[in-house]
């Protein structure tokens, strides 16, 4: 792990363990293939009962519901060395874990935790997470899902956008407005009558990684859906908390793979007699990119404490997936200079990268986001409203 | 079945050269990362395998070193192993191959075991000396380069790799083997087993619990002396055979040559 300023030693042995296994695993069962399945828009989904025997998905939920009950350090440090090896396989994971897992353990009864909490961490189950509309992504609010009550079920009619997994998915958190106009989660089976999604199929981002709508045409589900332990936006927002933390540790995991591409790369590339490691310009971009990791992991590695604290502010992990995320696709474009020509091929791991993390840096909160809602902290102005 | 796999801590040989202190002709371990050593981790996944495969079976991973060497114990017991013990004693210093194999063959009998798995050789000293001594120290059977195990019953069934092809052995426990290097692929260890491998408690074991003197193991009970290392010869660039009509001929007489074909 590149690790400049000693953060190890801020971990406990167990922490190391875990971010060892998952490093060997990236290196071992991802690395050798990331290639071929990015350039071929292809996931890897054979990996995820891999993944789920290895207790990645919702790792820091409790054992009790067959999850790994890691604390939120060790929970970060798996984001990052699975982000190391591509964004799309963090985001399978992450979704799986923060956005479908979560809000079960979360808001949901203890007959739905018990049915599908130990399917979804063994990676039995697929599940996928519907907020997005096509008509915003950043005023989740104006949502025109709509959840019609319906005997003693409900109806869902609407549509969906920009939904890691959902081709893929055997469940769906799907968020809706009840006829009181009242933002309400439901678990919605995929092969349920009136539910499809199909995919995106042109993104030159993520491309290791399935993206789909949701569509739901009187899509009926009965009362069992409904995840009756939240109302409201503050629902499906406590899950993307939970999803900014493991990005703000993730994109870390890509800025170091961009870093040691390019500092090995300009160890050997020689131009006028020297590599060009030895030029100042070059040791400039490589300096700004460590500076940049080590600050970031600092601050994920104090998020973490604090989370595990029970003292995180949503505020806080919207400051530092804002940073952090910027900081890994800066130095993803920084590592494609110093690659040249080479920067632009999949040969080397720069290119998909920075590609991916354009993608990061807008989902789960885009950038300008972020800075309104630390900006309304720091002001008490609201700049979003 | 109880299953006793012998466990090494080892510079990591993947963290750069290994370097030797020149007084004391030993690898130097300290300041640098030790890992469980991956030989090993091939000899446990064959142990775990074969216990997993039915019946009341139990691993213990049993290693001899300083107290750092749990670090590989955790390791081990992540990996799944259900127990673990350490062989600790600043007496230990120092020991041959034959000092380390008294050790660890007194700690089985005081762990207790049908069937003793080790790694072929260690990555770090590569003697492959230590599983025979164990046998034979063990009074039991000595199988070795394994690469695949079944029990039935009070009895392994074998496969071990010879310089011809395999042999298929079948012997009565208890029994000693040697797994052959690369035969089964390690898993990774899984966070439940991590989380898990933290509550477990590691038995300890020192000399004088083994009933072991200073003449049994450690540099002055040993008979081996290291008189000269030298740095192994770098390994010269292989024959090159351009295609000039006759490639093909020349390639299976070189394999041929060596027993390939």
Same mark, same amino acid.
């Given at each position: 792990m590149l690790d400049f300023f000693a953060v190890e030693s801020l971990l406990t042995p167990e922490q190391i363990a875990i971010r060892d296994t998952v490093r060997e695993f990236v290196d071992g069962e991802v690395l050798p293939g990331i290639r071929e399945w990015w350039d071929n828009y292809t996931f890897p989904l054979h990996l995820k009962n891999t993944i789920g025997e290895l207790g990645l998905?919702? /790792?820091?939920?409790?054992?009790?519901?067959?999850? /790994?009950?890691?604390?939120n350090v060790a929970y970060g440090l798996i984001q990052y060395e699975l982000e190391r090896g591509d964004s799309g396989l963090r985001s399978f994971t992450s979704v799986q874990g923060s956005l479908v897992m979560y809000p079960i353990y979360a808001y949901g009864s203890e007959a739905q935790k018990r049915r599908y909490l130990p399917e979804l961490a063994a990676g039995r189950l697929v599940g996928c997470f519907g907020l997005t509309e096509s008509d915003g992504g950043s005023d989740p609010g104006a949502m025109r899902t709509r959840a019609r009550k319906d005997g003693d079920g409900w109806v869902l009619n609407g549509a969906k956008m920009w939904i890691t997994n959902s081709p893929i998915a055997d469940i769906a958190i799907v968020w809706a407005k009840d006829d009181e106009n009242v933002v309400r989660g439901f678990i919605v089976p995929t092969g349920t009558p009136g539910f499809s999604a199909p995919e995106i199929t042109s993104k030159m981002s993520m491309r290791a990684s399935i993206t789909g709508e949701i569509v739901l045409a009187d899509c009926r589900v009965g009362p069992e859906a409904l995840l009756p332990g939240v109302a409201g936006l503050k629902g499906p927002l406590g899950c993307l908390t939970q999803a900014r933390y493991g990005i703000a540790w993730g994109a870390l995991g890509a800025l170091e793979a961009v870093y040691t591409t390019a500092r090995d790369y300009a160890a050997t590339r020689t131009t006028f007699g020297k590599p060009i490691a030895a030029r100042q310009l070059v040791q400039d971009k490589l300096v700004r990119m460590v500076t940049d990791h080590s600050l970031g992991l600092l601050l994920a590695h104090q998020l973490g404490a604090l989370k595990d604290a029970k003292r995180m502010t949503f505020t806080q992990v919207s400051l530092a997936k804002r940073n952090n995320v910027r900081v890994a696709l800066n130095g993803a474009r920084l590592a494609r200079e110093i690659l040249g020509g080479n920067g632009i091929t999949t040969e080397y791991p720069v290119i998909r990268h920075m590609l991916n993390l354009e993608t990061v840096d807008t989902y789960e909160g885009t950038h300008d986001i972020h800075t309104l809602i630390v900006g309304r902290d720091i002001t008490g102005e609201g700049a979003l409203e | 079945m109880r299953i006793v796999v012998c466990v090494k801590q080892v510079p990591?040989?993947?963290?750069?050269v290994a370097r030797i202190d020149p007084g004391t002709k030993r690898l130097v371990r300290d300041g640098v990362p030790n890992i469980l050593d991956p030989g090993v981790e091939v000899a446990l996944e064959a142990a775990l395998q074969l216990a997993e495969a039915g019946g009341d079976n139990t691993v213990t991973a049993l290693a001899m070193g300083p107290e750092s060497a749990t670090e590989a114990l955790r390791r081990a017991l992540a990996m799944g192993a259900h127990e673990a013990a350490l062989v600790t004693d600043p007496g230990l210093a120092g020991s041959d191959t034959l000092g380390t194999a008294r050790a660890l063959a007194a700690a089985i009998k005081q762990v207790g075991f049908d069937l003793v798995v080790c790694a072929t050789e260690s990555t770090d000293g590569y003697s492959g000396m230590v599983p025979g001594m164990v046998a034979e120290l063990l009074g039991v059977p000595h199988l070795s380069f394994i690469r695949q195990l079944s029990a039935t019953g009070d009895a392994i069934t074998a496969q071990r790799v010879t310089a011809h092809g395999y042999q298929t052995l079948r012997c009565a426990l208890p029994a000693l083997v040697a797994i052959a290097s690369g035969s089964h692929e390690p898993r990774y260890p899984a966070l439940r087993g991590i989380m898990a491998a933290k509550r477990k408690q590691i038995a300890t074991y020192d000399l004088a619990a083994l009933g072991l003197g200073a003449a049994d193991a450690g540099e002055a009970g040993a008979r081996e002396r290291v008189l000269a290392l030298q740095p192994a010869e770098q390994r010269s660039a292989g024959a090159v055979i351009e295609d000039d009509g006759t490639a093909a001929a020349r390639i299976a007489d070189f394999l041929q040559q060596r027993g390939v074909l």
């Open positions: 998905f919702g /790792a820091n939920l409790p054992e009790e519901y067959g999850c /790994a009950g890691v604390d | 990591d040989p993947n963290a750069g």
